[in-house]
């Protein structure tokens, strides 16, 4: 500090200022300080630095406020008046322009420079704190923010001297350990760790010593009241110059709450893992992008990969291989997961098949269900779940293909019961197989076609042909073809030789072929293509008839449409077969009707004049005693008996061919039944004789009606005889009574062999019988003929028979003749 003395000792000063002189100037230019002097109100005498527009010498003279910021004049000026008031030195803030132009601030020491014992002047030292205010201002921000976050978080600071072993703890790791007071030293706090954890901490922390490195502790403590609490230590070593390790320094902070979460977590967490593990179902997890994150084992046995496998696939990755039930591919950005993602919504029961790596077909339904994380908007996983119906996928198939089987054999039975009741339904099969050829068309085949051999065992112009296309168009030119183009070397035509099913199958390129036997050039040919023919020989006994052709456009016939064709072929052989046969029958049946026409009329012929001559020398013989010898007579006899049973046969011979050509003929005429009846029974008196049954004849004594006299007498005599044929020598019961609705029965009752109830029916046929021809003679059409005789006057022929007891006969006739009687 300069004084100003007398005056030798200032020019010894000024000597001594003027050697030193740059010494000073030098300094007071390089310090960073500014120093300044100035008068008392502020006029500077002397600056080693001024503002950076200015030098420093144009600065003396002019204010000192001139450097000062103008909120800071007022402290400046106070503290100038303090120091000269006092003549101590003084110390004020302000905020001046020195340094970089900028405003800065500057602590400035001010001190007296006396003069005559008053201060005449005033020393100005000014330093930039500038950069200190800024340093203090962010440890303090610093030292707040710990403060607020040493509260916020509960956390508890504590360090421990490596040295004195000494513990201090803080506020907030007394409130943790609850306790109020800290334990002495290391040893001490160690008690109140948990004693399971104990030796974890000490370990942990001669660790930390030895490395310099505190690696974080979590342990439990117990509190003095009993509590237990989790808490974290973390921490530093601090170490001295020498490098050792001097003192650990850290926080502890309450970790409970986290710890009892994390249990609760890990222990609902192990649950969930242990359930979703267990679950039969497939789970997959995947991210926000369709990433797989996690998936449980039941997903990696259905899709056939590991966890490691799936994990980072997408729905999108073509090795899945997906494809929907119809065999369709199934496109990831379609996938149930895709399409939860994209748009929010669960899906269900989705089907699915994948591919497993093998190559092998799974099928899976899927489920699947979004996770919303993070807000409402957008799902931030998805859940999916899936499991195998690749069984119930095998089964479903597996009904279906036998339900198809099935509709497929029914519509098969179907056809062939159409068919063969179509082909039933008329005699005339080849207009019959016009109808069944259409139906076939197109349920069984795009082409129907049945040709049959002339009768000369050819295809020849005029054979027949039905033919149904889906095509109708192709009908007609096709039989006219047909019927103009035969050849011995049409394939056809060797079908039929060869007596074999031939099967014509598509080729593999698809292209159809022309139906075999097609001449080219024909115009048919291009339009009658089929992808598969079938070419089936109808035969019957060995014979051929023809063939049955089927053909298809699109499909390729299978064994089952073969077997269906083979029996179509074979019904329709058994229709054509069936009709001939009756043709057959009808016509014998017809030949032979002629000739028992002819035969009885033939031999009715010659037989009457010789009844008249027999009958004419059996009455000779009784009157002339010459020839009535006991020899002759008998004789005689015995050839008219014989003669009139040939006539009868005769005569019933001539009534089946009448009966069958619809020529029975009535002679109707007004007459009493009862006289009529007698007399005829009395005919077969020696009949009965011989038969040795004895008759009763039981009548009203007056019965009129208007009946044919000879087909009366024709019915008592027929049922009589065969009363007394098959009677046993019994009793014969003739009754004749008239009936209610002005009818009459005539009933014939024996006692004889009787008739089994199923032959009861059939001995009203011609030609049907039953007994033996051995034991008993016959045509078997006596009842035949009586039946048509009795109806044909309008009335009825029952019969009640027991075997071995005996049979009733009875005939109901109207008494006025059939109801529309002409004759
Ligand atoms: P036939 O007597 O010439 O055989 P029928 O038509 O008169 O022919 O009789 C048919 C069949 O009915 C006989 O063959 C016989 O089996 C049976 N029948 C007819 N009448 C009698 C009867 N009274 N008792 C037992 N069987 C009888």
């Given at each position: 500090?300069l004084?100003?003395g007398?005056?030798?000792?200032?020019?010894?000063?000024?000597?001594e200022?003027?050697?030193?002189?740059?010494?000073l100037?030098?300094?007071?230019?390089?310090?960073?300080?500014?120093?300044?002097m100035?008068?008392?109100?502020?006029?500077?005498?002397?600056?080693?630095?001024?503002?950076?527009d200015?030098?420093?010498?144009?600065?003396?003279?002019?204010?000192?406020?001139?450097?000062?910021?103008?909120?800071?004049?007022?402290?400046?000026?106070?503290?100038f008046?303090?120091?000269?008031e006092?003549?101590?030195?003084?110390?004020?803030?302000?905020?001046?322009?020195?340094?970089q132009?900028e405003?800065?601030?500057?602590?400035?020491?001010?001190?007296?420079?006396?003069?005559g014992?008053?201060?005449?002047?005033l020393t100005l030292?000014?330093?930039?704190?500038?950069?200190?205010?800024?340093?203090?201002r962010r440890?303090?921000?610093?030292?707040?923010?710990?403060?607020?976050?040493?509260?916020?978080t509960?956390?508890?600071?504590?360090?421990?001297?490596?040295?004195?072993?000494?513990?201090?703890?803080?506020e907030?790791?007394?409130?943790?350990?609850?306790?109020?007071?800290?334990p002495?030293?290391?040893?001490?706090?160690?008690?109140?760790?948990?004693?399971?954890?104990?030796?974890?901490?000490?370990?942990?922390?001669?660790?930390?010593?030895?490395?310099?490195?505190?690696?974080?502790?979590?342990?439990r403590?117990?509190?003095p009241d009993?509590?237990?609490?989790?808490?974290?230590?973390?921490?530093?070593?601090i170490?001295?110059?020498?490098?050792?390790?001097?003192?650990?320094?850290?926080?502890?902070?309450?970790?409970?709450a986290?710890?009892?979460?994390e249990?609760a977590?890990?222990?609902?967490e192990?649950?969930?893992?242990?359930?979703?593990?267990?679950?039969?179902?497939g789970?997959?997890?995947?991210?926000?992008?369709?990433t797989?994150?996690?998936?449980?084992?039941?997903a990696?046995r259905?899709l056939?990969?590991?966890?490691a496998?799936?994990?980072?696939?997408?729905s999108?990755?073509?090795?899945?291989?997906?494809?929907?039930?119809?065999?369709?591919?199934?496109?990831?950005?379609?996938?149930?997961?895709?399409?939860?993602?994209s748009?929010?919504?669960?899906?269900?029961?989705?089907i699915?098949?994948?591919?497993?790596?093998?190559?092998?077909?799974?099928?899976?339904?899927?489920?699947?269900r979004?996770?919303?994380?993070s807000?409402?908007?957008?799902?931030?996983?998805?859940?999916?779940?899936?499991?195998?119906?690749?069984?119930?996928?095998?089964?479903?198939?597996e009904?279906?293909?036998?339900?198809?089987?099935?509709?497929?054999?029914?519509?098969?039975?179907?056809?062939?019961a159409?068919t063969?009741?179509?082909?039933?339904s008329s005699l005339?099969?080849v207009?019959?197989?016009?109808?069944?050829?259409?139906?076939?068309?197109?349920?069984?085949?795009d082409?129907?076609?049945?040709?049959?051999?002339?009768?000369w065992?050819?295809?020849?112009?005029?054979?027949?042909?039905?033919?149904a296309a889906?095509?109708?168009?192709?009908?007609?030119?096709?039989?006219e073809?047909?019927?103009?183009?035969?050849?011995?070397?049409?394939?056809?035509?060797?079908?039929?030789?060869?007596a074999?099913v031939?099967l014509?199958?598509?080729?593999?390129d698809g292209v159809?072929?022309?139906l075999?036997?097609?001449?080219?050039?024909?115009?048919?040919?291009?339009?009658?293509?089929?992808?598969?023919?079938?070419?089936?020989?109808?035969?019957?006994r060995?014979?051929?008839?023809?063939?049955l052709?089927?053909?298809?456009?699109?499909r390729?016939?299978?064994?089952?449409d073969?077997a269906?064709?083979?029996?179509l072929g074979?019904?329709?052989?058994?229709?054509?077969?069936?009709?001939?046969?009756?043709?057959?029958?009808?016509t014998?049946?017809?030949?032979?009707?002629?000739?028992i026409?002819?035969?009885?009329?033939?031999?009715?012929?010659?037989?009457?004049?010789?009844?008249?001559q027999l009958g004419r020398l059996?009455?000779?013989?009784?009157r002339?005693d010459?020839?009535?010898?006991a020899?002759?007579?008998p004789?005689?006899?015995?050839?008219?008996?014989?003669?009139?049973r040939?006539?009868?046969?005769?005569?019933?011979?001539?009534?089946?061919?009448q009966?069958?050509?619809?020529?029975?003929?009535?002679?109707?005429?007004?007459?009493?039944?009862?006289?009529?009846?007698?007399?005829?029974?009395?005919?077969?008196?020696?009949?009965l004789?011989r038969?040795?049954c004895?008759?009763?004849?039981?009548m009203p004594p007056?019965?009129r009606g208007?009946?044919?006299?000879?087909?009366?007498?024709?019915?008592?005599g027929?049922?009589?005889?065969n009363a007394?044929?098959?009677?046993a020598?019994?009793?014969?019961?003739?009754?004749?009574?008239?009936?209610e609705?002005?009818?009459?029965?005539?009933?014939?009752?024996?006692?004889?062999?009787?008739i089994?109830?199923?032959?009861?029916?059939?001995?009203?046929?011609?030609f049907?019988?039953?007994v033996?021809?051995?034991h008993?003679?016959?045509?078997?059409?006596?009842?035949?003929?009586?039946?048509?005789?009795?109806?044909?006057?309008?009335?009825?022929?029952?019969?009640?028979?027991?075997?071995?007891?005996g049979?009733?006969?009875?005939?109901?006739?109207?008494?006025?003749?059939?109801?529309?009687?002409t004759?």
């Open positions: 500090m004084s100003f007398s005056a030798g000792q200032r020019s010894e000063l000024f000597d200022l003027e050697r030193v002189g740059p010494f100037f030098s300094l007071l230019e390089n310090i960073p300080d500014i120093v300044c100035i008068s008392g109100d502020g006029v500077v005498h002397f600056v080693n630095r001024a503002r950076p200015r030098a420093p010498l144009e600065m003396v003279g002019e204010s000192i406020y001139e450097y000062l910021a103008p909120e800071s004049h007022e402290a400046a000026r106070a503290c008046a303090r120091v000269v006092t003549g101590s030195p003084g110390l004020f803030e302000a905020a001046g322009f020195c340094g132009g405003a800065a601030r500057f602590e400035t020491r001010v001190g007296p420079v006396e003069h014992g008053r201060v005449a002047a030292i000014a330093s930039d704190i500038t950069q200190r205010i800024e340093m203090d440890l303090r921000d610093s030292r707040d923010a710990l403060e607020f976050a040493i509260a916020a509960g956390l508890g600071l504590w360090h421990v001297d490596v040295e004195t072993r000494e513990l201090v703890w803080d907030g790791t007394l409130r943790i350990y609850g306790r109020t007071v800290a002495r030293d290391y040893r001490a706090g160690i008690e109140a760790v948990h004693p399971d954890d104990r030796a974890v901490v000490d370990a942990g922390v001669r660790e930390s010593l030895s490395t310099g490195t505190f690696a974080d502790l979590e342990y403590i117990i509190r009993g509590g237990l609490v989790w808490v974290l230590a973390r921490g530093k070593a170490r001295d110059a020498s490098g050792r390790v001097m003192r650990l320094l850290g926080g502890v902070i309450d970790i409970t986290r710890k009892r979460i249990e977590l890990q222990s609902s192990a649950r969930y893992r242990t359930s979703i593990a267990a679950l039969e179902e789970i997959v997890l995947q991210d926000a992008e369709g797989i994150h996690t998936c449980n084992a039941s990696e259905l056939g990969l590991t966890q496998q799936m994990c980072g696939r997408t999108l990755d073509p090795r899945w291989r997906s494809v929907h039930e119809d065999g369709s591919p199934f496109p990831g950005d379609t996938h149930p997961a895709s399409v939860t993602l748009t929010g919504e669960p899906q269900s029961g989705v699915m098949g994948v591919h497993k790596p093998g190559g092998e077909l799974t099928w899976i339904s899927i489920n699947s979004p996770l919303f994380l807000g409402p908007t957008a799902p931030s996983a998805v859940v999916t779940s899936f499991f195998d119906i690749t069984e119930r996928k095998r089964a479903e198939a009904n279906a293909r036998l339900l198809a089987e099935e509709r497929a054999a029914r519509s098969r039975a179907d056809l062939l159409e063969s009741k179509l082909l039933a005339d099969v207009s019959a197989l016009e109808e069944v050829v259409h139906r076939w068309v197109t349920s069984a085949a082409l129907a076609l049945v040709e049959l051999l002339d009768e065992g050819e295809f020849g112009p005029a054979h027949a042909i039905a033919i889906d095509d109708a168009t192709i009908e007609a030119p096709y039989l073809l047909r019927r103009r183009a035969q050849s011995e070397h049409c394939p056809l035509t060797e079908v039929v030789r060869e074999a031939r014509v199958a598509g080729r593999g159809a072929d022309p075999p036997g097609l001449p080219a050039g024909e115009g048919l040919a291009e339009r009658m293509r089929y992808r598969s023919t079938v070419m089936i020989p109808l035969t019957a060995a014979e051929p008839l023809g063939l052709v089927l053909a298809a456009r699109t390729t016939f299978g064994p089952d073969l269906l064709g083979e029996e074979l019904r329709i052989a058994q229709a054509l077969d069936v009709a001939r046969l009756y043709g057959e029958m009808q014998s049946l017809q030949k032979r009707d002629e000739f026409a002819v035969a009885s009329h033939e031999l009715r012929t010659p037989l009457t004049p010789v009844v008249l059996v009455q000779q013989t009784r002339s010459a020839l009535a010898s020899e002759v007579e004789k005689l006899e015995r050839m008219q008996r014989q003669i009139d040939m006539q009868r046969l005769i005569e019933e011979l001539l009534d089946v061919s009966i069958t050509r619809g020529h029975l003929h009535l002679e109707l005429e007004d007459l009493d039944l009862v006289p009529l009846v007698r007399e005829t029974v009395d005919g077969f008196a020696d009949n004789a038969a040795g004895r008759l009763h004849l039981e007056e019965l208007r009946w044919d006299r000879t087909r009366i007498e024709q019915i008592i027929n049922l009589l005889c007394m044929k098959y009677g020598a019994q009793p014969i019961d003739v009754i004749v009574r008239e009936e609705d002005d009818r009459v029965s005539l009933s014939v009752a024996d006692r004889g062999i009787g089994s109830l199923q032959d009861q029916a059939r001995v009203f046929q011609r049907e019988r039953a033996s021809e051995r008993y003679g016959g045509f078997g059409l006596g009842l035949w003929i009586t039946r048509h005789v009795v109806e044909a006057m309008g009335g009825t022929i029952s019969l009640t028979s027991t075997p071995g007891v049979s009733t006969f009875c005939a109901c006739i109207p008494r006025h003749g059939p109801p529309a009687a004759t």
